[in-house]
């Protein structure tokens, strides 16, 4: 696990870019995992402005977004089929069959999730997953307490993902959807590279759970301690609770400085 820590948002979502446009340099048909909140905005844009004033392609590039709520229509303002197309998909040259995102319904999700599964499988798999995290530690909607094992399905969420997203229903946490398709946390470590973005001292709980603290269920992004290539890219304040700061600087400054000397 690589820990970037950055003096600011900006910085952050800088440098979350360079990683993403570089393999995307790389490998054209690049398989992208999709994460949506707040998060990972700056981010979006960033990769907009790049392929708006550099020319940086996405016409080959396939993505999978990590979940859904259930019960909504696609078209619902606070849907995440809304929320990708506002803030990313509308911008860059993607090919609309090539944006894979879970359905919004619960009819016959058992196939469905299946089928999300497989699709991934036959995409090649996805080099590179963005992730945010909860402040519980939750990825996707992986809750406390799933399986570090699961695989794409339907979870109940909790009261405090509830109160999280209810700015986003009108601030009434009755109209937050109870239930969202998620991938797993085994598909998401089926990524070849996971690349989890943190920023506010709000995460910087999470954050130290998931860094340093065991590997547990009870905080699902620790499972990602395990995980060949995970980068997480942090602001200087989701850092604030983590033990090792100096350190994972220090070796960031070095790779840097072998990065420019090579």
Known sequence: MEIIIQP?????????AEIVRDALLKKPNLVLGLATGSTPIGLYEALIRMHKTDGLDFSEVTTFNL?????????????????????????INIPSENCHIPQSTAVAHEE??????ATIVAAGGIDIQILGIGKDGHIGFNEPSSSLGSRTRIKT???STLEANAPHFGDSV?????????????TIMDAKQC?????????????????????????????????????VVIDEAAALQ??????????????????SSG
């Open 8 to 16: 600011t948002y900006a910085k952050l979502v800088a440098v979350s």
């Open 67 to 91: 979940d859904e709520y259930v019960g909504i229509p696609p078209n619902h303002p606070y849907s995440y089929h809304t929320f990708m197309e506002t803030h990313f998909f509308s911008a």
């Open 112 to 117: 469905f999730c299946e089928r999300y599964e």
């Open 157 to 159: 969420l909790t009261q």
């Open 174 to 186: 009755d109209a937050v959807p109870k239930m969202a398709i998620t991938m797993g946390v085994g």
């Open 195 to 231: 690349l989890l973005l943190a920023s506010g001292e709000s995460k910087a709980a999470a954050i130290a759970h998931a860094v340093e603290g065991p590997i547990t269920a009870e905080v699902p992004a620790s499972v990602l301690q395990m995980h060949p290539r995970t980068i």
């Open 242 to 259: 983590l033990k090792r700061v100096d350190y994972y600087k220090q070796v960031y400054a070095n790779k840097q400085k072998l990065l």
